[in-house]
């Protein structure tokens, strides 16, 4: 699949691979939700955290948007990410410890505020934004573009992994 080339692309791919995820899980009960199925010693629900928790770092990263309401994300072990610049899999790890002991119903709320608040953010952004080093890139002190464009990469790889459980 080629790269979106307008903001409203992006957010539509966007849009489309959480829909994905969404219908993936849809006819799993709440049982199969928890059942530890995936590589990693993983559930669906450990997943959603997983992405949940990526989403609102991903929030509290990008600038905050005048124009948007305040999102009121509290981003647990914010404190704990390590100053290196390979820290994913050792957040992913600790991600999936918090996770254990939370509620699913707690986690799915979150999970759908949360994509709803990154679609709206993502569709104030400008390519400008995503593609000037010395914009929005030199704000946050990283380029943007993959980590907007790797939203929906992400959700397309977790996507495939629920589509097996079917």
């Not at 307008?6 to 009960?29: D, F, Y």
């Not at 992405?51 to 609102?56: A, N, P």
């Not at 905050?64 to 981003?75: K, R, S």
């Amino acid at each position: 699949m080629t790269t979106p080339q307008t903001i409203a692309e992006i957010v539509h791919r966007i849009e489309r691979a959480m829909q994905r995820v969404v219908q993936a899980i849809a006819p799993l009960s709440s049982a199969q939700l928890l059942e530890t199925r995936l590589p990693g010693d993983r559930s669906v629900k450990d997943v959603l955290a997983h992405l949940t928790w990526w989403d609102q770092w991903l929030l509290l990263t990008l600038p905050v948007d005048p124009a948007l309401p305040d999102l009121g994300i509290v981003l647990p072990l914010a404190e704990q990410i390590p100053p290196t610049n390979d820290w994913a899999h050792e957040m992913n790890a600790k991600v999936h410890s918090y996770s254990q002991t939370r509620d699913l119903e707690a986690i799915q709320a979150e999970f759908t505020t949360t994509r709803k608040q990154l679609v709206q953010r993502v569709s104030h952004l400008t390519l400008d934004d995503l593609y000037n080093p010395d914009g929005l890139s030199a704000q946050i002190g990283q380029p943007v573009a993959p980590l907007i464009l790797g939203i929906y990469e992400h959700y397309e790889e977790h996507a495939h992994e629920f589509e097996q459980l079917v």
